[in-house]
């Protein structure tokens, strides 16, 4: 295997599992990474796990599992022209760099060390931004990025970063919890599609076409269909299943989506799944877990 397929694997299993960063190496790293942007020029901000850390921790959340930061094209003199100059700056200095759009935003993916610096290079959608799994943020809280103190250093964050936190985390975002934060942040949401999905008549005519929909097969602890679950799409939708145990729904790329199971007297929050148009999975309950699962949904 050659070094960068070695790197793909790694980024890879960075980006399925959660291993908890080495805080000293990780504080090393975003120190590098504010030099690189700042001897650039190119504005940029903490954002979902690290603003929520400078803010509530004063420090790395000690489970947090990479560094997340953003920056905004068309705001503070940041372009598309720029990212790969930043890509290129990191090369340079020994970081594995890993380019790919999710739901339309240009996301870099940067490695050293064992740890991951996601960087995604957000737009102005009619007045909002988009954080995953389809939190929309006022784009009026980057307008004027506010200035915090974080690992001896100079660090912007949204302006009121406690705004920022609430609508991304919920109204409970400074008590820490490690595993099911994603139930609070799927709660926070409003129900329903978010401005700019197709609405639910839409998405039903849109799920008819031939690789335009993915199905989620629900079963039980024993491996029987579960009728009348609910599967919900973080920021698309909640769709029932049948008597077989399959919920059908519009799925318009192949990316990662947020999902919550509820049927058979339980309810589970995925948080992370990757899922592709045209194909069916199959959710299978684990009686030792509650919360905190990622990426465990099958092809059936």
Known sequence: ???????????????????????????????????????????????????????????????????????????????????????????????YVQRDTVDEEMWLGIMKDGIRIDWLCLRNRQGYILHFPGVLLPIRLFEDLKEVEFLGEKFLTANPPEEYLRIKYGPEWMTPKQLDYGGDVIANMPEGPIPGHPGRLRQRLLAMMPGRSARVRVLDASGAPISGATVTLAGWGAYPTNGAGYARFYLPHDEVYAIVIEGGGRKEVLYEEQMKPGQTYVYRPDATVSSGRIFILMTE
């Open 1 to 95: 295997m050659t070094e960068h397929e070695n790197a793909d694997s790694t980024m890879d299993r960075l980006l399925r599992t959660t291993p908890a960063m080495d805080m000293a190496v990780a504080s090393a790293l975003l120190l590098e990474v504010k030099q690189v942007f700042d001897e650039l020029g190119v504005v940029f901000f903490l954002r979902q796990g690290t603003c929520l850390g400078a803010i509530r921790e004063h420090a790395f959340i000690p489970w947090d599992d990479d560094i997340d930061i953003g920056s905004i094209v068309g705001m503070h003199g940041f372009d598309e022209g720029k990212i790969e100059p930043v890509a290129d700056a990191f090369r340079a200095r020994g970081f």
